[in-house]
């Protein structure tokens, strides 16, 4: 009888060493996989942005609001003042009004 136990035990612990020696190793694998890479590629492309690794917490908060925040709005203010307020604007008045001011006086 303690045998059998003692074996039974064995085998148990054999599976067990098994089951989990398969599910920890592909998962350090895999964590040391996608944990190298995303660093590596990050700080090639975005050396700027050093906190890619922290924000990765708030992703969905902080790339929306950095990106609409950049990307939509700084250029559409840039883009309206240059090229309808700021290029319009200085034309109007030294083609137009100056020009017409000077003549009528």
Request: charged letters at 35%.
């Amino acid at each position: 009888a303690p045998t059998a136990t003692t074996e039974s035990t064995d085998k148990d612990d054999a599976t067990r060493e098994k089951l989990l020696s398969d599910s920890v190793e592909p998962r350090n694998m895999v964590l040391s996989i996608t944990e190298n890479p995303p660093p590596k590629m990050h700080k090639p492309l975005f050396p700027m942005v050093e906190p890619k690794r922290t924000y990765a917490r708030s992703e969905k908060e902080e790339p929306t609001f950095a990106k609409s925040t950049t990307d939509t709005e700084a250029p559409r203010r840039v883009k309206e003042r240059s090229d309808s307020d700021a290029p319009t604007w200085p034309k109007s008045r030294t083609d137009s009004d100056a020009p017409h001011l000077a003549k009528s006086n």
